[in-house]
T-cell receptor, first 108, second 119 residues
């Protein structure tokens, strides 16, 4: 069946550290892939997306590359900030399935 | 970008009463809207998919008589929690998809969520 697997959280980092949040998926075909971010007490916001293999989505310093061969869409940021503290969800469109979310906590 | 609003943002009700939550797409038409439920520190659980002018499609395990969904127009969907009980307390989030889909991304736009507390 369709599913999404994200790395367990929370991920705790110091400001300016490098971030990687792993996401792998199973889906029928090659769906568009999304990363959403949820700040405390709020709904989800689209962070970035990629619509086909080898596409790289980027926004606010975050990047993710659609890897068809490994069915992965890992989220990366070179230097995190305290304001990046939130829960991050990986989602392939075709399934409307969200991973369990990964909480990121960035300390000053 | 496209904006989806929810009302109310939070509500407290007594056990046995019904609560209606509205989800509106403010600057686009949404043929399809989705309702999710989120428990603390957990992922979103898709409850149902509603298409304008037709009956909602509920996910397995979701009581359709308890969670009434109406999608009467291209900009409004409502979720009514009937005879609410404390176990219905949760964070309810709606999302909407443009119609027709823009490009090929089929992006969903999420509302800010509604915190329901049943006492």
């Amino acid at each position: 069946g369709n599913s999404v697997t994200q790395m367990e959280g929370p991920v705790t980092l110091s400001e300016e550290a490098f971030l990687t949040i792993n996401c792998t998926y199973t889906a029928t075909g090659y769906p568009s892939l999304f990363w959403y971010v949820q700040y405390p007490g709020e709904g989800l916001q689209l962070l970035l997306k990629a619509t086909k293999a080898d596409d790289k989505g980027s926004n606010k310093g975050f990047e993710a590359t659609y890897r068809k061969e490994t069915t992965s869409f890992h989220l990366e940021k070179g230097s995190v900030q305290v304001s990046d503290s939130a829960v991050y969800f990986c989602a392939p469109y075709s399934t409307l399935t969200f991973g369990k979310g990964t909480m990121l906590l960035v300390s000053p | 970008g496209a904006v989806v609003s929810q009302h109310p943002s939070w509500v407290i009700c007594k056990s046995g009463t019904s609560v209606k939550i509205e989800c509106r797409s403010l600057d686009f038409q949404a043929t399809t809207m989705f309702w999710y439920r989120q428990f603390p520190k957990q992922s979103l659980m898709l409850m149902a998919t509603s298409n304008e002018g037709s009956k909602a499609t509920y996910e397995q395990g979701v009581e359709k008589d308890k969670f009434l969904i109406n999608h009467a127009s291209l900009t409004l969907s409502t979720l009514t929690v009937t005879s609410a009980h404390p176990e219905d307390s949760s964070f309810y989030i709606c999302s909407a998809r443009e119609s027709p889909p823009s490009g090929s991304s089929y992006e969903q736009y999420f509302g800010p969520g509604t915190r329901l507390t049943v006492t």
